[in-house]
């Protein structure tokens, strides 16, 4: 069940960086939307498309994801930020929190992982042990 919980949020997490940025990003372009009356639209498909790069290379480099799977989401959220209606902001949002959820326990996992505690061989007869 773990190990399913895992590839789920490697498959459909974001970098937090590019789910939260992107979901800002998003919110401030409709918002200059709503004041425009959706006259500034190319504006935002523009931002959209290249915010894109940015996107990929973060999944890519920080998250650690192969380049097909990078590519796939940056291009994924560059379309929906591109979108000029706030909805798909929801998608960036919620793959940032599952991505931070993911960080959060690899990192919890590689504590334990240096934490653990080594035993110490037996004493052999003899063996003096100094401390």
Known sequence: MLNNLKKLSRSFGLHPLVGFGMFAVDMMLFGGEVLTAELIWPLTVGVGAALTIPSILIQRHSFKDEWGAAIGKGLLVGVLTGIPTPLPALVPLLGGTIGTMQMIGEKEERKMIEGE?????????GEVREE
Request: glycine share 0%; net charge negative; charged share 35%.
């Open 117 to 125: 505690v080594v035993e110490e061989p037996p004493m052999l007869e």
